[in-house]
C-alpha cells in the first residue's frame, strides 16, 4: 500500500526539466577555456553541477546550454560520471537569456516546471534544488536566497549616492524555478524589448509576476574567479571530513 501512495504521489508531481545556463565564456576566470571544464577537487566543475541535478528527486531531465566547443566534452562527462537523467546538450546563444530560452524551448513536452540553474554552482545541494522546485509547484515561481552581509552603497561617478537598508536586500542563488510558459514569455518579452537582465528572476519580474523566496545556503556559490574555486575546494573537504566523523554527541 506504502508503495501504491508513493507513485500516486510522483504521478501527482509536475515534471520538471533542469536548464543548465554553461555557455558563459569565463573571461574573469582567464583559464583560456570554459570554467566548467576545471577541476575542483579532481572532478570537473560540469560534472558535479550535473551530479547535483542527478540526484535531486524532482528533477525529471536536464537541458544544458553550451558553447558549441564544449557539446562534446560534457556529452562525454556525462557518461562519464553516471548521469542517468534524460540530457540533451544544445548549442547556447549571443547572451544568457537567449541561452536560457533556447534550452527552454528543447525542454521535453510533459514539463510544467523549468529549473533554471548555473553550471558554474556545482555545490547546491540536491535538497536545496528540491526545496525550490517544491515551492515552485506551489506558487509559480520560486528562487533561493541568502541575507547579504555586507552594507550595500548605491553609486554613480564614483561617489556614493545612498546606503539601502541590508535588512531588505538578499543575495538570489540559482536554481530559479519558474512554470514553464511564464518563463519562456518572459524571456521572449526581454529578447523582444533588446533588453538585458543578469538574471531570469528578473525576466519574470518585468512582467510583474511574483517571485517567491526559500531558504538557500552560503555553500551554493558561483565559480566565477580563481579565488571561488579555491573557496569551493575548502567546502567539499568540510564535507567530506564530515561524512568521515563517527555519528553520535559531540562535546561532554
Do not use: W
Not at 558554474?120 to 515552485?136: M, S, T
Not at 549616492?161 to 518563463?183: G, I, K, M, N, Y
Amino acid at each position: 500500500m506504502a508503495g501504491f501512495f508513493r507513485k500516486f504521489q510522483e504521478s501527482q508531481r509536475p515534471f520538471c526539466t533542469a536548464l543548465v545556463a554553461a555557455a558563459g565564456a569565463s573571461e574573469r576566470m582567464k583559464c583560456g577555456g570554459s570554467k566548467l571544464l576545471l577541476p575542483l577537487d579532481g572532478v570537473p566543475v560540469f560534472a558535479l553541477t550535473m551530479q547535483a541535478l542527478e540526484r535531486a528527486g524532482r528533477v525529471d531531465a536536464i537541458v544544458v546550454a553550451a558553447r558549441e566547443e564544449d557539446i562534446l566534452p560534457f556529452s562525454d562527462l556525462c557518461r562519464t560520471y553516471g548521469i542517468t537523467k534524460p540530457v540533451k546538450i544544445i548549442c547556447g546563444g549571443a547572451s544568457r537569456t537567449e541561452s536560457v530560452l533556447r534550452a527552454a524551448l528543447e525542454a521535453d513536452q510533459r514539463t510544467r516546471l523549468l529549473a533554471v540553474h548555473d553550471g558554474a554552482r556545482p555545490l547546491a545541494a540536491p535538497e536545496l534544488i528540491d526545496a525550490v522546485i517544491q515551492k515552485a509547484a506551489r506558487c509559480g515561481a520560486a528562487a533561493p536566497f541568502v541575507p547579504m552581509k555586507d552594507t550595500v552603497k548605491i553609486a554613480a561617478d564614483g561617489k556614493i549616492q545612498s546606503t539601502p537598508d541590508r535588512r531588505t536586500l538578499v543575495a538570489v542563488q540559482t536554481p530559479q524555478v519558474f512554470e514553464a510558459d511564464l518563463l519562456k514569455a518572459a524571456l521572449q518579452a526581454v529578447l523582444q524589448a533588446g533588453g538585458t537582465v543578469t538574471d531570469d528572476c528578473a525576466a519574470v519580474e518585468r512582467l510583474g509576476k511574483i517571485v517567491y523566496l526559500t531558504e538557500g545556503s552560503e555553500e551554493n556559490i558561483k565559480i566565477t574567479t580563481p579565488l571561488d574555486l579555491a573557496v569551493a575546494e575548502t567546502i567539499l573537504e568540510e564535507r567530506r571530513d564530515g561524512c568521515d566523523k563517527p555519528a553520535g554527541r559531540t562535546g561532554v
